[in-house]
């Protein structure tokens, strides 16, 4: 009888499966997928956007912070482009962004402009820190205080900084400004505004003295003396010739 039931034999036991072997492969898997998705579109800069700036261009910006379509979403350093930009004189700070998939934001926050200085070949801003722009001729609106007729020796920084002073309402009124001296007042101006009144004041006291002015937006056209006592003569008119 026990001739026909076969020996035991015990099963063979498995060989744990390698760690290491486990982890080349996984690696290996994460490398495939890593270098597919590095040559897919996915890992480029597929749409860049640039909002804010006014003074300084697109292109410009583009260039300065080394970020082009095309160009790798991943490798391109947006610290360095940020310190790039922020060095520029008409910038004062940079945001820049990643958005997933491949889209670049840049978000500029210029200097404030508060003039326009203005000879007869062209228009060029005049920042709040007393910064003029000769190199950079303006073709948009001019929507701040025009200084015609001032050289460039003229336009001082104390100036300026007064300027910056004015409350915007005040400065959106006024269209232009010109020096006016004569031998009394030998730093006088006359300021023109959107209401058609002349006000002649001096220099010096522009910040100061220039705040007075809504008392008299309102009325009809005319000249409002500030150099003095405070008098408004009515329809003399605004005239910039």
């Keep these: 009888m026990d001739r026909g039931v076969p020996p035991y034999r015990p099963p063979r036991s498995r060989k744990p499966v390698s760690v290491a072997a486990l982890l080349f492969l996984l690696l290996f898997f994460a490398g495939v997928v890593l270098l597919l998705f590095l040559k897919s579109p996915l890992s480029e800069i597929q749409e860049i956007e640039v909002i804010g700036n006014q003074i300084v261009s697109d292109q410009e910006i583009l260039k300065t912070a080394q970020v082009a379509k095309g160009g790798s979403y991943y490798g391109w350093n947006q610290e360095r482009a940020n310190e ?13 962004e990643r958005i997933f998939p491949g889209r670049i934001r ?5 200097e404030n402009r508060i003039a326009f200085w203005s000879d ?5 801003p005049v920042l709040s820190k007393g910064e003029v722009l000769f190199d950079r001729p303006w073709d948009g609106a001019v929507d701040r205080p025009l200084l015609r007729g001032w050289s460039k020796n003229e336009l001082t920084d104390s100036f300026v900084r007064q300027l910056a002073k004015v409350p915007k309402k005040i400065v959106s009124d006024i269209s232009e400004i010109r020096l006016d001296p004569d031998h009394t007042y030998p730093t006088g101006m ?9 006000i002649r004041l001096r220099m010096e006291d522009f910040a100061r003295r220039i705040t007075v002015y809504p008392i008299f937006r309102n009325r009809s056209p005319g000249t409002l003396n500030l150099l003095g006592s405070t008098k408004f003569t009515p329809g003399t008119g605004n005239k910039t010739d």
Excluded: A, N, P
């Excluded at 790039?84 to 820049?96: G, K």
């Excluded at 840049?106 to 210029?110: A, G, S, V, W």
């Design 84 to 96: 790039r930009l922020e060095r520029m004189r008409e910038i004062r700070s940079v945001t820049s």
């Design 120 to 124: 007869e070949e062209k228009i060029v």
């Design 106 to 110: 840049l978000t500029i926050d210029e």
């Design 190 to 198: 006359k300021v023109y505004t959107r209401q058609g009144h002349v």
